[in-house]
Structure formats: C-alpha cells, structure tokens
C-alpha cells in the first residue's frame, strides 16, 4: 500500500525563526511530490512542487527531495503567523496522474 | 491555474436522503478527482472522474454509494446516495491542468456537508 507520512504536530517555531517540515514515502517510484498548505475552513493550496532530487528554492519557501531515502522537506524560512497552517505533503506518479496525501502537519508561528 | 467553483458550498441534509455536489472549471481540463475530508483529518481520494466512461474509484468507495458523472471535460458530479451521519464531510474537486506544469492538482473551494 503506497503510503505518505508526516508528524502530525503541532510545530511551534518562533517568529522570523526557519520552519522545517518533513515527509516520507513507500513508493520507489513515485515521481512527482507537493506541499500544500490549508488554513482552516479552507481548501488546500500549493506551494511547491518538486520532482529531482535537490533543492527548489520559491521566495521564502525551499523544497527538498532526497529519492534515495524517500524523503521531501519543506523550509519555510523568516517564518510569520500568516504561516500559521496544515501543511500536507502529496505525492504522485506520473504527469496527470492521482496524488496520495499525507496526514498534514500542523504549524504554529508564535510571535 | 484552473479556477473551480462548486456547488452548493454547504448543505445540511437529512440521513436516507442524496446529495449530487457539481465541479465547474473556467478552462478544459485533463483529470478530475473528488476527494473526502473528514473533521480534523486529510483528504482522502474517492474517485477518478473520466470524460465519457465509468470513474475509477479508490478502495473503500463503490459507485452505488457515490456514483460521479463527468459529461466534459470542465464539469462533473458527485453525489452521496442515502447518507448517514459519517458521510457528514467536506468534499473537494480538483483538477489537472493541461499546461506546462500538468502533473499539478488544484482543488476547488469544497462542499461542506452535515448529515443529520
């Protein structure tokens, strides 16, 4: 069963501090991978979307992919309380494919 | 991006009655998904709607229960058949794009729905 893990959280990292979000996947041969980010009451909406191994920077957002290890980050750097969310990793196969979602991690900025 | 609207945006219905939630999107896309989040949980895909044939659902949701339509390629339906309490969720359309960045899912605002 193709699975996608986070830690659930809640993380509280403080203003203007660097937010690290984790999240691991079974399948080898996953090919493309999201973070989403939901405030309450609301839908999901992308962030990042990564797809090599490496890191893909987006103004204060940074995604990272590590396949060997099956592993997709997310850094939020000078983090502020607009942060303040759920975060889900999502993870798919092949263009226009399904994505699985992870259980979302919980994320509080304190000021 | 894609913009979807649904509708309704929220209903309170009455168990043993059915619900049909419509995705509309501004531009012709290549893949249609619904998806279920329940209170305090992720989302949790129920179905591929395919343009002109039977959509593909995930394991735990039969066609009976939740059957879709997709008559095009910018519209589509779920609806909850003879609904319990437990179906009380927010159900989400999203979308793939047919640009550049096609492996892409974009999600419509949601129906909230309780089941009383």
């Known amino acids: 069963q193709k699975e996608v893990e986070q830690n659930s959280g809640p993380l509280s990292v403080p203003e203007g501090a660097i937010a690290s979000l984790n999240c691991t996947y079974s399948d080898r041969g996953s090919q493309s991978f999201f973070w989403y980010r939901q405030y309450s009451g609301k839908s999901p909406e992308l962030i990042m979307s990564?797809?090599?191994?490496g890191d893909k920077e987006d103004g204060r957002f940074t995604a990272q992919l590590n396949k060997a290890s099956q592993y997709v980050s997310l850094l939020i750097r000078d983090s502020q309380p607009s942060d303040s969310a759920t975060y889900l990793c999502?993870?798919?196969?092949?263009?226009?494919?399904?994505?699985?979602f992870g259980s979302g991690t919980r994320l509080s900025i304190r000021p | 991006s894609a913009v979807i609207s649904q509708k309704p945006s929220r209903d309170i219905c009455q168990r043993g009655t059915s619900l049909t939630i419509q995705c509309q999107v501004d531009?012709?896309?290549?893949?249609m998904f619904w998806y279920r989040q329940q209170p305090g949980q992720s989302l949790t895909l129920i179905a591929t709607a395919n343009q002109g044939s039977e959509a593909t659902y995930e394991s735990g949701f039969v066609i009976d229960k939740f059957p879709i339509s997709r008559p095009n390629l910018t519209f589509s339906t779920l609806t909850v058949s003879n609904m319990s309490p437990e179906d009380s969720s927010i159900y989400l359309c999203s979308v793939t794009s047919t640009g550049l960045a096609s492996e892409t899912q974009y999600f419509g605002p949601g129906t909230r729905l309780l089941v009383l």
């Open positions: 531009s012709q896309v290549t893949m």
């Open positions: 990564i797809y090599s191994n």
């Open positions: 999502a993870v798919g196969w092949s263009s226009a494919s399904k994505i699985i």
